[in-house]
């Protein structure tokens, strides 16, 4: 049986964030969880979270000491722009798109930590997107 790949990315983004290392990433890059609007637990995955923070930078840790600086460019809500939104799971689910401005070399597909320039840490199962060399980044989030 063939799977879509938005099906591969939602169920694959659900098992990235159930089974995120926080603690493990925090550790071994060097970054501490700070509290806030951005917060650890699955239950903030949510699209009221992050929408105050399009437009804004992000640090996705590469490795223990690389840093990959995106934007969050788009917020997509799969609820509103699917002709048959009854057939989507979930109570959201959407999609985050980021972009690379300085074309760092190509990240692949993983979980990541990210940061928000103001300190906030979370993991996300992102995706490259587009051309091998768009730097667009993207992390499909289905709620329950």
Not at 16 to 22: M, W
Not at 35 to 47: F, M, Q
């Amino acid at each position: 049986m063939a799977t879509s790949r938005r099906n591969f990315l939602r169920v694959g983004s659900m098992c990235a964030l159930g089974a995120g290392v926080p603690a493990v990433v925090s550790s071994v890059s060097g970054v501490t969880a700070k509290t806030s609007d951005i917060a650890l637990g699955i239950e903030n995955y949510r699209i009221r979270t992050f929408a105050p923070y399009l437009n804004t930078s992000f640090f996705i840790s590469a490795g223990p000491l690389d840093k990959v600086e995106v934007v969050l460019e788009k917020i997509t809500n799969h609820k509103t722009t699917h002709r048959e939104p009854g057939k989507i799971a979930g109570k959201e689910s959407f999609s985050l798109l980021f972009k690379d401005p300085h074309q760092a070399p190509r990240l692949g597909q993983n979980t990541y930590a990210v940061e928000h320039s103001k300190g906030q840490l979370f993991n996300l199962f992102l995706v490259p997107v587009g051309k091998s060399d768009s730097g667009y980044y993207e992390a499909v989030i289905t709620t329950s």
